[in-house]
């Protein structure tokens, strides 16, 4: 395998190297958004011929305006571009095995471990095209074996990125699971008995049922020391049965208010909804792939959170 040897070769090979892989990767992702959306267009008008086979749409009576709106929001299905990408990296590796295995007398096993290991740029060097000093046909063997390996690499770099959407999805589910099971046992615990401390209180007040409850047990009326479980903005303990004052809450809400009220106020200009807090935490609560990168063309063009 041909390598630099000398000081210049292996500078040359490092600026190379950024500005080649740099342009590999604008390529991969170029081919990426160019197959997603070729897929995505086949699928639509598959699943447009099967809505029409249906009768769910009657053209003398809808418009291809009408038509065409009820299909806006509709979104291919993640795992059938998943099987399709699938299929056509495995139809890749079949043939260039069947190219591999003669031109180089590896066995079909090794021709297809070699498409893999190629394709997915791991690269160990175990297997490498080309080393013999003489091939039948050259020329043509060395153009056809530069199609195989990068059309291989375009179709598997897709597949990997539309499987990453799949891994999100059982990411999210796996989580939600688990937040779920844990809320189930944290329902079934049975209510601990409030604890009673002794100190005192002030710039509280404490609720009916927890004043008779502490006198029962033993405490003042006017005791207004127990059930501790947090803090007050100025450093104080306060009990888990007693209200804020209103000082700390309108201290501890002031920021999140302010807030509020700035988007409610943007919102009413725009003439747009705004979510409210509780929302966006569910929103929050699960993997989402970023704004930019291969990422974010499949789950765009794809739809993940509903497919």
Not at 44 to 72: A, W
Not at 195 to 203: D, E, K, P, T, V
Request: aromatic share 12%.
């Amino acid at each position: 395998m041909t390598t630099p040897k000398t000081i210049a070769g292996r500078i040359v090979v490092v600026f190379y190297g950024f500005f080649g892989c740099s342009g590999a990767i604008l390529f991969f992702n170029l081919f990426l958004e160019r197959i997603i959306t070729f897929l995505a267009y086949v699928l639509r008008m598959l699943h447009e011929r099967e809505l029409r086979k249906k009768g769910f749409f009657d053209s003398r009576r809808d418009s291809q305006v009408s038509f065409d709106y009820n299909l806006d929001e509709w979104k291919p299905s993640v795992y059938w571009v998943m099987l399709y990408l699938f299929v056509a990296t495995i139809t890749i590796a079949v043939t260039a095995s069947f190219l591999y295995s003669p031109m180089e007398g590896w066995t079909y096993l090794d021709c297809l471990y070699f498409c893999f290991v190629t394709f997915s740029t791991i690269g160990f060097g175990d297997l490498v095209t080309s080393q013999e000093p003489k091939y039948p046909h050259i020329i043509f063997y060395r153009l056809a074996n530069f199609a195989v390996i990068v059309s291989g690499c375009c179709c598997i770099y897709s597949l990997f990125n539309v499987t990453s959407i799949v891994i999100k999805q059982v990411l999210n589910w796996l989580m939600k699971t688990l937040d779920c099971s844990c809320r189930r046992c944290k329902s079934k615990k049975p209510p601990g008995r409030p604890q009673i401390l002794a100190r005192g209180r002030r710039n509280a007040i404490t609720p009916y049922h927890l004043r008779n409850q502490a006198r029962s047990m033993g405490g003042k009326e006017g005791d207004t020391s127990d059930n501790d479980s947090t803090y007050d903005s100025d450093g104080e303990r306060r009990n888990s049965g007693e209200m804020i004052s209103m000082a700390d809450l309108l201290k501890a809400n002031k920021v999140s208010l302010a807030v509020m009220q700035k988007q409610l106020h943007e919102s009413a200009q725009r003439g747009q909804a705004i979510l409210l807090p509780s929302r966006l935490a569910a929103q929050d609560n699960s993997f989402k792939p970023g704004a930019v990168g291969p990422l974010a063309i499949v789950s765009k063009t794809l739809g993940d959170d509903d497919s």
